[in-house]
T-cell receptor, first 112, second 114 residues
Framework: KNQVEQSPQSLIILEGKNCTLQCNYTVSPFSNLRWYKQDTGRGPVSLTIMTFSENTKSNGRYTATLDADTKQSSLHITASQLSDSASYICVVSQGGSEKLVFGKGMKLTVNP | NAGVTQTPKFQVLKTGQSMTLQCAQDMNHEYMSWYRQDPGMGLRLIHYSVGAGITDQGEVPNGYNVSRSTTEDFPLRLLSAAPSQTSVYFC?????????????FGQGTRLTVV
């Protein structure tokens, strides 16, 4: 079954600290992996899209890694800010179709 | 650039009522889709369209209808609302020129069925 699992489910950190979010997937065939940020009451916004040949991709303070062999990805947030408080969703695109398989998301809270 | 626009943002329906959730995009994207987001679950695909005049069912299509008469618009119709359809609904669009293009989401419609 095509699944995307995220951990932890929630995380509370202090402003300025770093954190890493994890994503494991079983989607096959694999096309690409995406990380989305969803602010409360808003729609998801794309942070990165990674193909199987990309190991690392950065977007400002966000750095995503992908290990296609172990089917794992991580999203590292550096020097967190209050505005990073949101849900982060890992999404895997299934090859050969337009279908996106969504993780349940994890809630990050950054406290001052 | 408006992107993906959904209306209304909030709606309360009585069981059995029907309504249409509107979705419009101004990016000339071929691919549009509807998702629902429920607590503790990932977004689930309801219906999608790969172009005007072409629609198909997603993972949870029962109780919903769609049509795609233009590239810009992709309305979602609830035929007879049920409490199980209480959810947040998101419309998304993307360009189909490449398989790794970004999907753009609307702001969502929070629907409550009482």
């Amino acid at each position: 079954k095509n699944q995307v699992e995220q951990s932890p489910q929630s995380l509370i950190i202090l402003e300025g600290k770093n954190c890493t979010l994890q994503c494991n997937y079983t989607v096959s065939p694999f096309s690409n992996l995406r990380w989305y940020k969803q602010d409360t009451g808003r729609g998801p916004v794309s942070l990165t899209i990674m193909t199987f040949s990309e190991n690392t991709k950065s977007n400002g303070r966000y750095t995503a890694t992908l290990d296609a062999d172990t089917k794992q990805s991580s999203l590292h947030i550096t020097a967190s800010q209050l505005s990073d408080s949101a849900s982060y969703i890992c999404v895997v695109s299934q090859g050969g179709s337009e279908k996106l398989v969504f993780g349940k998301g994890m809630k990050l809270t950054v406290n001052p | 650039n408006a992107g993906v626009t959904q209306t209304p943002k909030f709606q309360v329906l009585k069981t059995g009522q029907s309504m249409t959730l509107q979705c419009a995009q101004d990016m000339n994207h071929e691919y549009m889709s509807w998702y629902r987001q429920d607590p503790g679950m990932g977004l689930r695909l309801i219906h999608y369209s790969v172009g005007a005049g072409i629609t198909d069912q997603g993972e949870v299509p029962n109780g919903y209808n769609v049509s795609r008469s233009t590239t810009e618009d992709f309305p979602l119709r609830l035929l007879s609302a049920a409490p199980s359809q209480t959810s947040v609904y998101f419309c998304a669009s993307s360009y189909r020129g490449s398989w790794n293009t970004e999907a753009f989401f609307g702001q969502g419609t929070r629907l409550t069925v009482v």
